[in-house]
């Protein structure tokens, strides 16, 4: 695709705005105007009033001048703002989007793509996407504009003069252009450095016991060093090539400052220049050579911008979404979870799960056991729709949940995971997952019901305390509690636990398995453990091994088989017998 | 300070050779205006020999400018660049070098900080501060009064406005950075909210919460723009007021200026190297408050880089140490061990006991926080233990080097951390000259070696955060391995299993037991598997930083405390029904 259709998707964003936009382009154009016109003005004076000792001339465009200065001065603040905020406007609103887009896409999306790289896409590489408008495209529009204007000037003055004065420029240009190209490639190579450097400190104060125990600091120090060496030596050799330029452009400036002095003065002398017009050169050279300085910057601004607006957009493009029906079904919903024939694959060719059929009825509680990697958590993902079978159907109430919004259907449903995820909030909006409807009662009946009220009255603000950052302050099975009080203030028809109670050690266990009958109870309950002591009541065990039903039965059945589940049972504890 | 001191006196030999090309510049800098001046007055003489001679004068001395400041920055800037290197060394040498309670006060990203955000505001003030130090002191003040010799009273009023840049300078300077760290916050804020939705996508979606997370993020998002627009209302202001006051001067130069031409008192010729001496002078008065700003921040980070470069390490070697012990063999005895984190008033170990004999396995276990993990990193000294508790063959671990104790004790911590390596690397920490067959062999019976096998790139996987994602009980076992790799006579493991399933456990523990037994290696393990404490020479039940019970496994399932009922109720389990 070209970077024009690029562009095209996100005109959109940028029309909301074209008022601001519109009128940063103007003031941005007055504001070059003006600032060329202080110069012109300036020769005006001296050649008009002060070769002619003209003193009220020379204060009535003294006044002009001024009236330009502060033109100048106004409208290059309202520019500045107008721009800004039309861009971080436009920022906004791409990113609500981007984040919108983002919490409707698949589960399976998530588990492919790394999240540092979908963090990118919805923070840095919308501030990028900024720089196009602010640093980018009307940074560039003010400098050409300067360019063209100093050009028009000089050539309106004295055209002569001019076609001499403007020869070192293309030089200038070719340098900007080339030194600027290197330039900006040793800075991305000392940005690598920082990145570089930053994982190895990140790694090494993460692991840093290790490190001392095993003895590794000697080698930790060394490849650290090699970096920060590495960083050294192309950072300088960064910093050199952008002072050639600077130098090479300055000397450059130089030539056509003394081009000015010494034609200009041989045309003053033959009567075809005044002092003036060297006065108005000198001024406008000045500023023909400035926006050559920072040119490699704009442009390689540009290029970084442009390649965030492709990872945008290709972001925006992802379809991995589970779709909702045209003609959504809506009723009671009772709670009778049937998987018919499920077969389901992550994977092309490599299935997760083969023929599955599975029944948990209004109010019953089963379970479902297997070793790790035998498929049972993708049970629970299909009954949650965050994957759809590729044959076979999932019902609910005897309807296919595909017939049903996604929203709709998971409104009836909890899940408690093995790990649980704490958000950024208070014990009371981790409860809640900020859902208003809930009130402080309801709350904290919960939490008596499932056991963690003492606990979270003990905590320095009750449900009122933050909790840190993926739960850091409280323990696996006080978290673990807080998200059974979590699903049960959900008031959910169908509960699933997947793995709930694996990572919790014996002490907490007991009280963990106080709320969960507690949760469980009125509801269908299904069950997803690898700790058979907590599914020995459920109403039937499925047991899956390799993708499919091994077998099922109750657990006094299923230990009479001495099959798979027997083994399973026995095995913790075959150093015992 | 002491390391910028010393850096400084090492190299004192650059000093002079920089002072004396940044002098030659600034007054040659300030020569240019007056030959300028000089040129103009020939041309009102009409006098073209004269003028291409000082256009002459002009472009030599302008090279011979350009000549000297390359010079003068590539030592400049490699000898900062230098200072910055080794800066960023000894913060990272430094950093390890310190004990596990350092990095518990401190957060990692802070620290990393130090290593690239101080020194940079130490490099941009050593670089700029001095560059514009030189500035004022040389080229403000000989402008100046080349500006006065040529004409006292308009170079005062011409100064008048640009004297205003120094304040203005200043404060935005430093005001600008306030703003701008508000908005890094924010951003901060902003990816914390983005990385929380993808890492609780499951929970959100199965809740149905996605607007409420949306609208979460939406307020970040608004108080971006909103503290990004604060930042914008006050940087837009500085360009166009330096612009302004600058213009503000020329105004001045005309007007006055002129009516001085007009009344003879001074020459065109002046006027226009007045016109050029705006333009040196300006960028000094910005310099004074640029160079004041850097120097507060750079003030401030070098004092958070001395932070960190004087503390000690607070467990280290000192006076007590004992070199003449240089191995250790295995036997351990803990001498009525008390305990208290330096951060905590709780005592989590309250007068353990305990002896192993070389080769000997001790097993603890007991309920989670009853200091098992603690008691075992105060073997390692990663607290430092009351004196006269704990001893390695007979030797204060308090007395014994640092290094001999850490390279004779292997371990595994109950977190098992990854480095972004290879496999093999990891497994090699302690080792660095094992062989692959070693490596295997730790693999083996660390049971992780067909896993390893079977990915693509076998022993050279790339793991940890950036490499591929194993699981719990796969980390663990590497991490055993990579404790078994290094044969040290002394082992200890902190719950090595708890992520294994059941039957993998079984066969690391009868490979680790003969393992240890062969090679006569003295090992302590932390446990809540039955399975692996019934292997173990002896057993010690530690409850809230007692020792309740300690005897051989058979012993103390006779006792009927809380290891028979442990086993018990473990057995049950498999037994009941």
Same mark, same amino acid.
């Given at each position: 695709?070209?970077?024009?259709?690029?562009?095209?998707?996100?005109?959109?964003?940028?029309?909301?705005?074209?008022?601001?936009?519109?009128?940063?382009?103007?003031?941005?154009?007055?504001?070059?105007?003006? $600032?060329?016109?202080?110069?012109?003005?300036?020769?005006?004076?001296?050649?008009?009033?002060?070769?002619?000792?003209?003193?009220?001339?020379?204060?009535?465009?003294?006044?002009?001048?001024?009236?330009?200065?502060?033109?100048?001065?106004?409208?290059?603040?309202?520019?500045?703002?107008?721009?800004?905020?039309?861009?971080?406007?436009?920022?906004?609103?791409?990113?609500?989007?981007?984040?919108?887009?983002?919490?409707?896409?698949?589960?399976?999306?998530?588990?492919?793509?790394?999240?540092?790289?979908?963090?990118?896409?919805?923070?840095?590489?919308?501030?990028?996407?900024?720089?196009?408008?602010?640093?980018?495209?009307?940074?560039?529009?003010?400098?050409?504009?300067?360019?063209?204007?100093?050009?028009?000037?000089?050539?309106?003055?004295?055209?002569?003069?001019?076609?001499?004065?403007?020869?070192?420029?293309?030089?200038?240009?070719?340098?900007?252009?080339?030194?600027?190209?290197?330039?900006?490639?040793?800075?991305?190579?000392?940005?690598?450095?920082?990145?570089?450097?930053?994982?190895?400190?990140?790694?090494?104060?993460?692991?840093?016991?290790?490190? /001392?125990?095993?003895?590794?600091?000697?080698?930790?120090?060394?490849?650290?060093?090699?970096?920060?060496?590495?960083?050294?030596?192309?950072?300088?050799?960064?910093?050199?090539?952008?002072?050639?330029?600077? /130098?090479?452009?300055?000397?450059?400036?130089?030539?056509?400052?003394?081009?000015?002095?010494?034609?200009?003065?041989?045309?003053?002398?033959?009567?075809?220049?005044?002092?003036?017009?060297?006065?108005?050169?000198?001024?406008?050279?000045?500023?023909?050579?400035?926006?050559?300085?920072?040119?490699?910057?704009?442009?390689?601004?540009?290029?970084?911008?442009?390649?965030?607006?492709?990872?945008?957009?290709?972001?925006?493009?992802?379809?991995?979404?589970?779709?909702?029906?045209?003609?959504?079904?809506?009723?009671?919903?009772?709670?009778?979870?049937?998987?018919?024939?499920?077969?389901?694959?992550?994977?092309?060719?490599?299935?997760?799960?083969?023929?599955?059929?599975?029944?948990?009825?209004?109010?019953?509680?089963?379970?479902?056991?297997?070793?790790?990697?035998?498929?049972?958590?993708?049970?629970?993902?299909?009954?949650?729709?965050?994957?759809?079978?590729?044959?076979?159907?999932?019902?609910?109430?005897?309807?296919?949940?595909?017939?049903?919004?996604?929203?709709?259907?998971?409104?009836?449903?909890?899940?408690?995971?093995?790990?649980?995820?704490?958000?950024?909030?208070?014990?009371?909006?981790?409860?809640?997952?900020?859902?208003?409807?809930?009130?402080?009662?309801?709350?904290?009946?919960?939490?008596?019901?499932?056991?963690?009220?003492?606990?979270?009255?003990?905590?320095?603000?009750?449900?009122?305390?933050?909790?840190?950052?993926?739960?850091?302050?409280?323990?696996?099975?006080?978290?673990?509690?807080?998200?059974?009080?979590?699903?049960?203030?959900?008031?959910?028809?169908?509960?699933?636990?997947?793995?709930?109670?694996?990572?919790?050690?014996?002490?907490?266990?007991?009280?963990?398995?106080?709320?969960?009958?507690?949760?469980?109870?009125?509801?269908?309950?299904?069950?997803?453990?690898?700790?058979?002591?907590?599914?020995?009541?459920?109403?039937?065990?499925?047991?899956?091994?390799?993708?499919?039903?091994?077998?099922?039965?109750?657990?006094?059945?299923?230990?009479?088989?001495?099959?798979?589940?027997?083994?399973?049972?026995?095995?913790?504890?075959?150093?015992?017998? | 300070?002491?390391?910028?001191?010393?850096?400084?006196?090492?190299?004192?030999?650059?000093?002079?050779?920089?002072?004396?090309?940044?002098?030659?510049?600034?007054?040659? /800098?300030?020569?240019?205006?007056?030959?300028?001046?000089?040129?103009?007055?020939?041309?009102?003489?009409?006098?073209?020999?004269?003028?291409?001679?000082?256009?002459?004068?002009?472009?030599?001395?302008?090279?011979?400018?350009?000549?000297?400041?390359?010079?003068?920055?590539?030592?400049?800037?490699?000898?900062?660049?230098?200072?910055?290197?080794?800066?960023?060394?000894?913060?990272?040498?430094?950093?390890?070098?310190?004990?596990?309670?350092?990095?518990?006060?401190?957060?990692?990203?802070?620290?990393?900080?130090?290593?690239?955000?101080?020194?940079?505001?130490?490099?941009?003030?050593?670089?700029?501060?001095?560059?514009?130090?030189?500035?004022?002191?040389?080229?403000?003040?000989?402008?100046?009064?080349?500006?006065?010799?040529?004409?006292?009273?308009?170079?005062?009023?011409?100064?008048?406005?640009?004297?205003?840049?120094?304040?203005?300078?200043?404060?935005?300077?430093?005001?600008?950075?306030?703003?701008?760290?508000?908005?890094?916050?924010?951003?901060?804020?902003?990816?914390?909210?983005?990385?929380?939705?993808?890492?609780?996508?499951?929970?959100?979606?199965?809740?149905?919460?996605?607007?409420?997370?949306?609208?979460?993020?939406?307020?970040?998002?608004? /108080?971006?723009?909103?503290?990004?627009?604060?930042?914008?209302?006050?940087?837009?202001?500085?360009?166009?007021?330096?612009?302004?006051?600058?213009?503000?001067?020329?105004?001045?130069?005309?007007?006055?200026?002129?009516?001085?031409?007009?009344?003879?008192?001074?020459?065109?010729?002046?006027?226009?190297?007045? $016109?050029?001496?705006?333009?040196?002078?300006?960028?000094?008065?910005?310099?004074?408050?640029?160079?004041?700003?850097?120097?507060?921040?750079?003030?401030?980070?070098?004092?958070?880089?001395?932070?960190?470069?004087?503390?000690?390490?607070?467990?280290?070697?000192?006076?007590?140490?004992?070199?003449?012990?240089?191995?250790?063999?295995?036997?351990?005895?803990?001498?009525?061990?008390?305990?208290?984190?330096?951060?905590?008033?709780?005592?989590?170990?309250?007068?353990?006991?305990?002896?192993?004999?070389?080769?000997?396995?001790?097993?603890?276990?007991?309920?989670?926080?009853?200091?098992?993990?603690?008691?075992?990193?105060?073997?390692?000294?990663?607290?430092?233990?009351?004196?006269?508790?704990?001893?390695?063959?007979?030797?204060?671990?308090?007395?014994?080097?640092?290094?001999?104790?850490?390279?004779?004790?292997?371990?595994?911590?109950?977190?098992?951390?990854?480095?972004?390596?290879?496999?093999?690397?990891?497994?090699?920490?302690?080792?660095?000259?094992?062989?692959?067959?070693?490596?295997?062999?730790?693999?083996?019976?660390?049971?992780?070696?067909?896993?390893?096998?079977?990915?693509?790139?076998?022993?050279?996987?790339?793991?940890?955060?950036?490499?591929?994602?194993?699981?719990?009980?796969?980390?663990?076992?590497?991490?055993?391995?990579?404790?078994?790799?290094?044969?040290?006579?002394?082992?200890?493991?902190?719950?090595?299993?708890?992520?294994?399933?059941?039957?993998?456990?079984?066969?690391?523990?009868?490979?680790?037991?003969?393992?240890?037994?062969?090679?006569?290696?003295?090992?302590?393990?932390?446990?809540?598997?039955?399975?692996?404490?019934?292997?173990?020479?002896?057993?010690?039940?530690?409850?809230?930083?007692?020792?309740?019970?300690?005897?051989?496994?058979?012993?103390?399932?006779?006792?009927?405390?809380?290891?028979?009922?442990?086993?018990?109720?473990?057995?049950?389990?498999?037994?009941?029904?």
């Amino acid at each position: 695709m070209k970077n024009s259709n690029y562009i095209k998707r996100f005109i959109p964003y940028i029309t909301k705005y074209k008022l601001l936009i519109a009128f940063s382009v103007i003031f941005l154009l007055v504001s070059t105007i003006s $600032s060329m016109l202080i110069p012109f003005l300036s020769k005006q004076a001296i050649d008009k009033f002060i070769s002619t000792k003209n003193i009220q001339g020379l204060i009535h465009i003294s006044i002009l001048i001024g009236i330009a200065i502060g033109v100048l001065f106004i409208s290059k603040i309202i520019q500045i703002y107008m721009t800004n905020l039309a861009g971080q406007r436009i920022m906004k609103d791409l990113r609500h989007i981007l984040f919108a887009h983002m919490e409707n896409l698949a589960v399976g999306f998530f588990s492919r793509e790394p999240s540092g790289k979908i963090i990118t896409r919805v923070t840095n590489d919308v501030e990028n996407m900024n720089q196009l408008l602010s640093s980018g495209i009307v940074a560039l529009l003010g400098d050409l504009s300067i360019l063209a204007f100093s050009i028009g000037f000089i050539f309106y003055i004295n055209p002569r003069l001019a076609a001499i004065v403007i020869l070192p420029m293309p030089v200038a240009i070719l340098a900007a252009i080339l030194l600027g190209e290197k330039m900006e490639r040793l800075y991305e190579k000392v940005r690598d450095f920082v990145v570089k450097m930053n994982i190895r400190m990140q790694e090494t104060l993460s692991g840093i016991i290790l490190i /001392q125990i095993f003895g590794a600091e000697k080698r930790e120090s060394d490849k650290f060093t090699e970096i920060a060496y590495g960083y050294r030596k192309t950072f300088h050799k960064a910093q050199m090539t952008s002072i050639i330029l600077r /130098q090479t452009i300055n000397i450059l400036s130089y030539t056509s400052i003394v081009l000015v002095i010494i034609f200009g003065g041989l045309m003053t002398i033959k009567g075809i220049a005044t002092i003036g017009t060297i006065v108005a050169f000198l001024a406008y050279t000045q500023r023909l050579y400035g926006p050559l300085r920072d040119l490699s910057d704009k442009f390689s601004i540009l290029q970084n911008a442009i390649s965030s607006m492709k990872k945008l957009s290709s972001f925006l493009d992802e379809k991995e979404f589970i779709s909702d029906p045209e003609n959504p079904i809506e009723k009671d919903i009772k709670g009778d979870v049937r998987l018919n024939h499920v077969y389901f694959s992550y994977v092309k060719n490599s299935p997760t799960l083969i023929d599955i059929n599975l029944e948990a009825s209004h109010g019953k509680k089963i379970a479902i056991v297997g070793f790790t990697g035998a498929g049972k958590s993708t049970i629970a993902n299909l009954i949650l729709r965050f994957y759809d079978p590729d044959s076979g159907t999932v019902e609910i109430d005897g309807t296919d949940i595909r017939k049903f919004k996604k929203r709709f259907i998971r409104s009836f449903m909890a899940i408690v995971l093995q790990n649980v995820f704490i958000f950024k909030g208070t014990v009371k909006d981790n409860i809640t997952l900020g859902n208003e409807k809930i009130t402080d009662e309801e709350i904290i009946r919960a939490a008596k019901k499932i056991g963690v009220h003492d606990f979270i009255m003990r905590l320095p603000k009750g449900y009122e305390t933050e909790i840190a950052t993926e739960g850091a302050n409280i323990s696996q099975g006080e978290r673990q509690l807080i998200s059974f009080a979590r699903a049960l203030v959900y008031k959910p028809k169908i509960l699933l636990l997947d793995e709930a109670t694996a990572a919790v050690d014996t002490n907490t266990e007991e009280i963990i398995e106080k709320g969960l009958k507690k949760l469980m109870e009125g509801r269908t309950s299904i069950v997803i453990a690898h700790r058979l002591s907590t599914i020995k009541n459920a109403d039937m065990i499925y047991v899956i091994n390799k993708g499919r039903i091994a077998e099922k039965g109750t657990h006094k059945e299923l230990l009479k088989n001495k099959k798979l589940y027997y083994e399973l049972y026995t095995m913790q504890f075959s150093q015992i017998n | 300070m002491k390391t910028i001191f010393s850096f400084f006196k090492r190299e004192i030999k650059w000093y002079i050779p920089i002072m004396l090309m940044l002098t030659l510049v600034d007054f040659s /800098q300030v020569i240019i205006p007056v030959f300028t001046k000089k040129a103009v007055d020939a041309i009102t003489k009409k006098n073209t020999a004269l003028l291409v001679k000082y256009g002459i004068y002009i472009i030599v001395i302008a090279s011979g400018i350009i000549a000297i400041r390359y010079a003068y920055n590539y030592i400049l800037r490699k000898l900062v660049l230098k200072l910055d290197f080794e800066l960023k060394t000894s913060l990272f040498n430094k950093y390890l070098e310190m004990h596990k309670g350092y990095f518990e006060k401190q957060e990692i990203g802070d620290l990393m900080a130090r290593v690239t955000n101080d020194t940079r505001a130490v490099r941009m003030f050593l670089i700029m501060g001095f560059l514009g130090g030189m500035d004022i002191a040389l080229l403000g003040i000989t402008t100046f009064i080349m500006m006065f010799i040529m004409s006292p009273m308009l170079s005062i009023y011409v100064a008048i406005p640009l004297i205003l840049l120094i304040p203005l300078a200043l404060n935005f300077g430093h005001k600008i950075h306030k703003y701008f760290k508000n908005v890094q916050t924010i951003f901060g804020e902003m990816t914390v909210r983005v990385r929380e939705a993808i890492s609780g996508i499951r929970v959100i979606k199965a809740f149905t919460r996605e607007n409420f997370y949306l609208k979460l993020f939406d307020n970040v998002n608004r /108080q971006y723009l909103q503290e990004n627009m604060k930042l914008v209302r006050l940087d837009g202001f500085l360009d166009p007021t330096i612009d302004f006051l600058i213009n503000a001067s020329i105004i001045i130069l005309i007007l006055k200026g002129g009516i001085l031409v007009i009344q003879n008192r001074i020459s065109l010729g002046t006027l226009v190297a007045f $016109s050029q001496y705006i333009g040196t002078l300006a960028w000094p008065m910005m310099a004074i408050g640029f160079t004041i700003s850097l120097m507060q921040r750079a003030r401030a980070s070098l004092g958070r880089i001395n932070a960190v470069l004087e503390s000690e390490p607070e467990i280290a070697d000192n006076n007590l140490t004992n070199y003449n012990i240089k191995s250790l063999k295995g036997n351990i005895t803990i001498n009525n061990l008390h305990f208290k984190y330096p951060a905590g008033d709780v005592e989590v170990l309250k007068g353990i006991n305990l002896f192993v004999n070389p080769g000997e396995l001790l097993g603890i276990t007991g309920p989670t926080g009853s200091g098992k993990t603690t008691l075992l990193e105060l073997i390692l000294r990663i607290y430092n233990p009351q004196e006269k508790s704990i001893f390695i063959d007979g030797h204060e671990v308090l007395k014994i080097p640092l290094k001999v104790l850490r390279r004779n004790i292997g371990y595994t911590p109950q977190e098992p951390f990854l480095f972004t390596d290879t496999i093999l690397a990891n497994i090699k920490l302690g080792r660095e000259n094992a062989t692959i067959e070693e490596a295997e062999e730790a693999a083996e019976i660390a049971a992780i070696k067909k896993t390893i096998e079977s990915l693509p790139d076998k022993y050279n996987t790339i793991v940890g955060e950036k490499g591929i994602t194993l699981s719990g009980g796969e980390r663990q076992r590497i991490a055993i391995a990579r404790a078994i790799i290094t044969k040290r006579p002394i082992m200890l493991f902190d719950d090595p299993l708890s992520a294994v399933d059941t039957d993998t456990e079984n066969t690391i523990i009868k490979r680790l037991r003969n393992y240890l037994r062969k090679n006569n290696i003295t090992a302590i393990i932390t446990s809540q598997r039955i399975s692996a404490l019934t292997i173990m020479d002896q057993v010690a039940v530690l409850s809230s930083g007692k020792i309740i019970e300690q005897g051989k496994p058979d012993e103390l399932f006779d006792k009927g405390g809380y290891y028979y009922h442990l086993y018990r109720k473990q057995m049950l389990e498999g037994i009941e029904t």
